[in-house]
């Protein structure tokens, strides 16, 4: 079997390591701009859910999140019924990142997927879902602390 999960990961780490380059000018650290362009696109998004889209732990997105609220990206709003509910917003500082962002993220899709059809593209982006589909119930129960059954 082709190491399918391999050729994943290096792409994932070349996309992950370019970004942390020519985003430490922003004064982004390794991830954060991640958690930021979340933030950008759901207004209002509470600090467990931004965890949940980017797969990662609670702990891991409290840290990061708190560091771009001191560097002034984000805000953290107490809801107006439940106060212990907060929410999340880009500031204009970090609102301003995002055109910059989405210029990168056009870039890196059509480097990554140059030369593919565009019927190509959208069974890539079909596989892919399905992938993540399959692999979230695992990574739900691991992250609950149990291990998988090899």
Same mark, same amino acid.
């Given at each position: 079997? +082709?190491?399918?999960?391999? @050729?994943i990961?290096?792409?994932a780490?070349?996309?992950e390591?370019?970004?942390?380059?020519e985003? +430490?000018?922003?004064?982004?650290?390794?991830?954060q701009?991640?958690?930021? =362009?979340?933030?950008c696109e759901?207004?209002?998004? %509470?600090?467990? +859910?931004v965890?949940?889209?980017?797969?990662v732990?609670?702990?891991?997105?409290?840290?990061?999140?708190k560091? /771009?609220?001191?560097q002034? !990206?984000? =805000?953290?709003v107490? *809801? @107006? @019924?439940n106060k &212990?509910?907060?929410?999340?917003?880009?500031?204009e500082?970090?609102?301003q990142?995002?055109p910059? !962002?989405?210029?990168?993220?056009?870039h890196s899709?059509n480097? %990554? /997927?140059? *030369? !593919?059809? *565009?019927?190509d #593209?959208?069974?890539?982006?079909?596989?892919?879902? &399905?992938?993540?589909?399959?692999?979230?119930?695992?990574?739900?129960?691991? +992250?609950?602390?149990? #291990?998988?059954?090899?």
């Amino acid at each position: 079997m +082709k190491h399918i999960l391999r @050729e994943i990961g290096m792409i994932a780490r070349c996309l992950e390591s370019i970004a942390n380059i020519e985003f +430490k000018d922003l004064n982004l650290n390794k991830g954060q701009f991640l958690y930021l =362009v979340r933030i950008c696109e759901n207004p209002g998004i %509470i600090q467990e +859910k931004v965890a949940e889209m980017i797969k990662v732990d609670r702990t891991t997105a409290a840290r990061a999140i708190k560091k /771009l609220e001191q560097q002034g !990206f984000i =805000v953290k709003v107490s *809801d @107006e @019924e439940n106060k &212990k509910i907060k929410k999340l917003y880009a500031t204009e500082k970090g609102m301003q990142l995002n055109p910059f !962002f989405e210029r990168e993220l056009e870039h890196s899709s059509n480097v %990554i /997927l140059k *030369d !593919f059809t *565009d019927d190509d #593209k959208e069974k890539i982006y079909q596989y892919l879902v &399905k992938m993540r589909k399959n692999i979230e119930a695992d990574w739900e129960y691991v +992250k609950r602390g149990n #291990k998988r059954d090899y």
